[in-house]
């Protein structure tokens, strides 16, 4: 596998805009939000890349049965296709590596992490006309078929087993202790996943304290989403303090202990304090 390696300061900045623009839209374009993240990350993804990318969706959209019925017969026909035909899914070395996050990396690795492998599932059904959305279950995600509350839940990470209940309550059971909520179960929106996407990725990074590049430009996508915790910026603020960026780094800190300054003071001083360790730092 090549390594990947950013784009440059100029295709970087236009790709922002367009991930801004699209995330503020009245529909926002999921698979191209995921391109977009893609290329920031990849910069070997050009334009043709990315129309490739969103051609083989619809490729293999066009493969699957003409409305093969109600939603089981949806999720069965996805795992048949891309589970088992061409051989979508996951395995524990997915969580390793950057590329399973990637989404035109996992359509030619066949390989990601589990909400990747269900935007590939999503795209696909889609365009085929399926209704089908996005489950975000706590530590796993998968994808649902019809409505909710009538649904077919599907688990691309393992090929597109269609799961019974007792399924689906053992892997919340297994993430979390806790048992199946039916709040659980709602449809998550394409800037929900997306911002998952996100976290995913800087949680990659922040295990490889080597790679703040890769948290970096995570961190600042997820400020672009219409709606993001405000704590992302004191996030920023410390990655540019541990990139070296001191002086900008010791403004974003002061501008965040303002912020907050009116919910609380001690958190804001222990703030200034980092900012005032910055600054030191350039002396």
């Not at 269900?118 to 399926?130: K, T």
């Amino acid at each position: 596998m090549r390594p990947l390696y950013p784009p440059t300061p100029e295709r970087s900045a236009e790709l922002r805009r367009r991930f801004a623009e699209e995330a503020r839209s009245e529909r926002p374009d999921l698979s191209a939000l995921c391109l977009l993240v893609g290329a920031e990350a990849d910069g070997a993804l050009d334009e043709a890349g990315m129309d490739a990318a969103q051609m083989e969706l619809d490729e293999l959209a066009g493969r699957l049965p003409y409305r093969p019925g109600g939603p089981h017969a949806w999720a069965v026909a996805l795992r048949e296709l891309l589970g088992e035909r061409c051989g979508f899914r996951g395995c524990a070395a997915d969580y390793e590596r950057l590329e399973s996050s990637l989404l035109h990396q996992v359509l030619l690795r066949r390989r990601g992490l589990p909400i990747l492998l269900s935007v590939v599932w999503m795209e696909v059904a889609r365009r085929a006309g399926a209704p089908v959305y996005g489950v975000a279950l706590p530590g796993h995600f998968v994808v649902g078929f019809g409505p909710p509350g009538d649904q077919v839940l599907a688990d691309p990470f393992d090929g597109g087993r269609v799961l019974t209940g007792s399924d689906a309550e053992l892997l919340v059971a297994g993430a979390t202790g806790a048992p199946l909520e039916p709040s659980m179960l709602t449809p998550a929106d394409p800037l929900e996943v997306v911002q998952r996407i996100l976290n995913n990725v800087r949680a990659w990074a922040a295990a490889r304290p080597e790679r703040t590049d890769v948290a970096l430009w995570a961190v600042e996508l997820a400020l672009l989403l219409p709606a993001h915790p405000a704590r992302l910026r004191l996030e920023r603020a410390q990655l540019l303090v541990r990139r070296g960026d001191f002086v900008r780094g010791a403004v974003e800190l002061e501008e965040y202990a303002e912020l907050i300054e009116v919910v609380d003071e001690g958190a804001a001083e222990r703030v200034r304090a980092e900012a005032r360790a910055a600054r030191a730092l350039l002396n």
